[in-house]
């Protein structure tokens, strides 16, 4: 299995293709192209195995309103394993090489999980968000309670937690805000 950190500006001819042709599968026909470009622009982990891509996953920045202050976030995109090779470490794999970018760049990383990824962010030591969640939309704030129960913080070693009763505002985007 070998492993790759690359930003997107580094990916090679056609492995964007790869990428969006392993998340199609990986989430079984449910990912938007909104949701293959939030996880653009920032660093990819891609995960091989005998030449194929059997794993993926981009962290990206983000701004979040807490407090009155804007955090620099580093927010977990795209995180996909091929169904036939789940189980084997290289959801961990992905989600380290994230982590070691996270902890380099970011004073927190934040993602928002499914169910079924869920129980590997909390293994990871990743949290549910116990406050409110927001969005800085063009209308201004607006609260996001769908999104609460799911969005997972993780702070990196020698950070510390903002107060966790505080609302978390997530700068705006095109798709699903999240």
Avoid: C, K
Avoid at 118 to 123: D, M
Avoid at 140 to 149: F, I, K, Q
Avoid at 155 to 165: I, Q, S
């Amino acid at each position: 299995m070998g492993t790759r950190t690359a930003h997107t500006s580094q990916l090679e001819q056609g492995e964007l293709g790869e990428i969006r042709a392993l998340l199609d599968g990986a989430f079984e026909g449910d990912f938007s192209d909104e949701d293959f470009e939030h996880g653009l622009g920032g660093m990819h982990v891609l995960v091989r195995e005998g030449g194929e891509l059997v794993g993926h996953g981009s962290v990206v920045q983000r701004r979040v309103v807490h407090r009155g202050r804007a955090l620099r976030v580093g927010y977990v995109e795209g995180v996909g394993v091929r169904a036939d090779r789940r189980r084997r470490g290289i959801g961990s794999a992905v989600m380290a090489g994230l982590e070691a970018v996270i902890g380099r760049a970011y004073v927190l990383g934040a993602l928002s999980a499914s169910e079924d990824g869920a129980s590997l962010y909390e293994r990871r030591g990743w949290a549910v968000w116990g406050g409110p969640i927001g969005v800085l939309g063009p209308q201004g704030p607006e609260r996001l309670p769908e999104e609460e129960g799911s969005t997972y913080v993780w702070v990196p070693p020698g950070g510390a937690l903002p107060d966790p009763a505080g609302r978390l505002d997530f700068d705006w985007r095109n798709g699903d805000v999240l």
